[in-house]
């Protein structure tokens, strides 16, 4: 099992650009969560998904949309980038509700100029 | 609403000596608590959880916390600390079973000096 999966590692965007980061698990798992981590604020909940075609908003759901089409894929999309969303992106699957198996992706480190 | 707080930035202590880590909570309802690691350049791991049942939890890396309600707190402990537990803390609640909607912290950086 490759687990979650994270692409880009790594991007730079222009204000106004659009982009999708994409995040895969080979797992199974029906729960599926995008997260932002910013230094002192820890982790906020962007957008999650309790199954294929079910989605809803976290935390700081603003400026980003996501899908869920299929279980194995759950990409987050910036709609027009701003400064503020310069962050690192976390994709996260679970097995259940609770967590215990949360399983994070190496993250997206994004930089908007 | 639901929120955590840990009041640490960051925590330093010697190899062998005792770490704690603190977190406190805020639910309308009976909390379900969890503590994560996160180490440079990686996602976070889960360490251990409390959803009910006895209030001293034990997690992976020898790891426990005690769930306290009067006191609303879940402080993360290791009897003897390791250089290889330098790392970001991590503590989340969630206020309802219904709602999947994970609150974290803002993270505490351990450091564990030789």
């Known amino acids: 099992n490759a687990g979650v999966t994270q692409t880009p590692k790594f991007q730079v965007l222009k204000t106004g650009q659009s982009m999708t980061l994409q995040c895969a698990q080979d797992m199974n798992h029906e729960y599926m969560s995008w997260y932002r981590q910013d230094p002192g604020m820890g982790l906020r909940l962007i957008h999650y998904?309790?199954?294929?075609?079910?989605?809803d908003q976290g935390e700081v759901p603003n400026g980003y949309n996501v899908s869920r089409s299929t279980t194995e894929d759950f990409p987050l999309r910036l709609l027009s980038a701003a400064p503020s969303q310069t962050s690192v992106y976390f994709c996260?699957?679970?097995?259940?509700?609770?967590?215990?198996?949360?399983?994070f992706g190496p993250g997206t480190r994004l930089l908007v100029l | 609403a639901q929120s955590v707080a840990q009041p640490e930035d960051q925590v330093n202590v010697a190899e062998g000596n005792p770490l704690t880590v603190k977190c406190t909570y805020s639910v309308s309802g009976n909390p379900y608590l969890f503590w994560y690691v996160q180490y440079p350049n990686r996602g976070l791991q889960f360490l251990l959880k409390y959803i009910t049942g006895d209030n001293l939890v034990k997690g992976s890396y020898g790891f426990e916390a005690e769930f306290n309600k009067s006191q609303t707190s879940f402080h993360l402990k290791k009897p003897s600390a390791l250089v290889s537990d330098s790392a970001l803390y991590f503590c989340?609640?969630?206020?309802?079973?219904?709602?999947?909607?994970?609150?974290f912290g803002a993270g505490t950086t351990v450091t564990v000096r030789a």
């Open positions: 989340a609640v969630l206020g309802d079973l219904n709602d999947y909607k994970l609150s």
């Open positions: 998904s309790v199954g294929a075609g079910i989605t």
């Open positions: 996260a699957s679970n097995l259940d509700r609770f967590g215990e198996t949360q399983y």
